[in-house]
């Protein structure tokens, strides 16, 4: 079992009426951790590409809650998913350890992204080559 496999998109409640919408993101019911950290990315121009790391620790769920992304995830092991969020009820779960990129952003995206630890810098992986040593090394 890879880390990858366990990246899987959720589907948020909502909760609608002639009012307008809701959409409800939950711990433990919706997301798959305790939220510590909110933080959300705009204005990125479509030929920007975000992320570019691996957590050592933390999980992650993205949300488009305006507009829409696309996020490439790579196991390190030759394996890649792209997926495309562009519902504001729509999130993907990225668990630890894998490698995502965040690109094609629409004019009008807002990434919500709910994270599962305060943020450590030092838990980030940012280069590719010493993340798939890592996922080399790990598996042997
Ligand atoms: P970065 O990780 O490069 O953003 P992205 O994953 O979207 O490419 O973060 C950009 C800057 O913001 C960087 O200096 C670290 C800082 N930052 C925080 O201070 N706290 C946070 O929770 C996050 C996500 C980033």
Redesign the pocket.
């Known amino acids: 079992m890879h880390n990858i496999d366990n990246v899987r998109m959720l589907e948020l409640p909502e909760r609608g009426d002639e009012r307008g919408n809701l959409v409800i993101a939950e711990c433990g019911t919706d997301i798959p951790f305790d939220i510590k950290?909110v933080?959300y990315?705009y204005g990125s121009d479509p030929d920007v590409v975000?992320?570019?790391?691996a957590n050592r620790r933390s999980e992650f769920v993205l949300i488009n809650v305006a507009g829409s992304s696309k996020v490439k995830v790579l196991d390190g092991e030759g394996n890649e998913i792209i997926y495309i969020l562009n519902r504001p009820k729509t999130g993907i779960y990225l668990p630890n350890m894998v490698w995502k990129e965040?690109y094609d952003f629409s004019e009008d995206s807002v990434l919500l992204?709910l994270?599962s630890t305060h943020?450590d810098?030092n838990e980030?992986i940012r280069n590719l080559d010493e993340y798939k040593r890592i996922i080399k090394e790990s598996a042997q």
């Open positions: 950290r933080f990315i975000r992320g570019c790391h965040m992204c994270a943020y810098e980030y």
